[in-house]
């Protein structure tokens, strides 16, 4: 296997059977200590027990399949390293959590901080992410898991600002956090009271600022319209959002939530397998507890945009199968005039079948100006790939650094990206105003990760364009 450099959200093929896994940063004055650990995860991406937590104060799991070595330094640099037998993993354990916390300081002050993932028999470099950071203090680096069969290897980079405690609780492990921010000692431990939650990012100015009691799930408009099922879900899934934005310093937090669907030809299985249907059900969580008027702006788009009517909490299920089970799927067969075609619906002929997301990018942009709110716009923009106008997009995305917007594209699956994953390291903007993660089968993902995932960048962006006088 060649080695893969790879950027936040990509994966490879991992064929090793056996793997190291070290995390690398140059040590010097000033700089916080790192502690490398893992956590093996079911299906639903939780621990069974306390013992499926590895690190220094428990090197290595009772089945033997991961183990921590410890540091070494030289010439400036400090490494500390995991091993990884995927072989010798039990069947419960679909993914291998590749953790880190940081003791001093926070990430942000830790350079050239990467994650190296290595044959563990040759030595070969398999792969190697470099990895930027701000005010977190534990990190999830990368994940090893396993997907029909075979072990894939993702970069992730996600940031918790909550600390060690913060991500080691939400994957089910019960921690007693030192007052020093390292890793905690070794489970079983009583679980201490709560720690108090970072501090919340500000309210825009104009918006009145939430109660002390906001940090949890806002009370919807339309809500109680909604079929019980779906009600249940989703205030159970608000409440995952509102821990989400809680982890990341961002309580409280209140924003317009603007949802892009790619309706591409390539896009036709997830919409006809209903995944499409479920991401905008769980994308309405996110817009019920940062935006209380209920509403979500929507867009599709393929050769051309196409602006979707607004999505009303209350009338859910009708949106989603006029927009979305019917509205699309019906009408990816372009060789005739579709029947039926109700107000509103989008006759997909108008769509087109190939990717031009600077179009809706720029669509997007032009209703930001002309409908200004106190508040800033973040826009979940979900694509297969197939991305090819990357220099157009660019221009658009470039542009859009000094505007009220946070653009989080997630990729479904496919590939060719192209610049809209690697924007997230392109220089010379003020203020980083895009975010990208792909998944393989985001119908596997469970809400608590996908949230996560979804506000990780969010609110350091609030932070830094508020600095620079954007919001």
Known sequence: MTASSLSKG???????????????????????????????????GRVRDDGDFVFYNQPRHASGAVAHLGKQSAAGVTGDTLTVDLGALEPEVERVALCASADGGTFGQVPGLTLRLLDAASGNELAHFAMTAGTETAFISGELYRRQGQWKFRAVGQGYAAGLAGLATEFGITVDEPST?????????????????????????????????????????GEERLPVDMRKRLSLRKEQVAVSLRKHGAEGVVARVVLVLDASGSMSFLYTRGVVADVVERMAAVAAQLDDDGEMQAWTFASQPARLPDLRLGELPDWLRLHVRVGQVGLFRRNKRPKGLEDAQIDMRTVGIQNE???????????????????????????????????????????????????????????????????????????????????????????????????????????????????
């Open 357 to 471: 997301e600077q179009r809706v990018i720029a669509e997007v942009r032009a209703y930001v100006a002309q409908n200004p709110v106190p508040v800033p716009t973040l826009v979940l923009f979900f694509s297969d790939g197939g991305v090819y106008r990357n220099a157009e997009i660019e221009r658009e995305l470039r542009a859009a650094v000094e505007e009220p917007i946070f653009w989080q594209f997630v990729g479904l699956g496919r590939s060719d990206y192209g610049v809209l994953e690697r924007f997230d390291t392109l220089p010379g903007r003020r203020v980083d105003n895009v975010g990208f993660f792909a998944v393989d089968d985001i119908s596997t993902v469970p809400d608590p990760e996908l949230y996560d995932r979804l506000l990780s960048e969010f609110p350091s962006w609030i932070t830094a364009a508020r600095r620079a006088g954007i919001l």
């Open 10 to 44: 990509a994966n490879v093929p991992v064929d090793s059977p056996a793997l190291r896994v070290e995390l690398v940063w140059s040590s010097g004055p000033g700089v916080p200590d790192v502690d490398a650990s893992a956590l093996l995860l079911t299906s639903a």
């Open 181 to 221: 921010g390292a890793a905690p000692q070794a489970p079983p431990v009583p679980a201490p009271p709560a720690a108090p939650a970072p501090p919340a990012v500000p309210a825009a100015p104009g918006v009145p600022a939430p109660s002390a009691s906001s940090g949890g799930p806002r009370l919807s408009k």
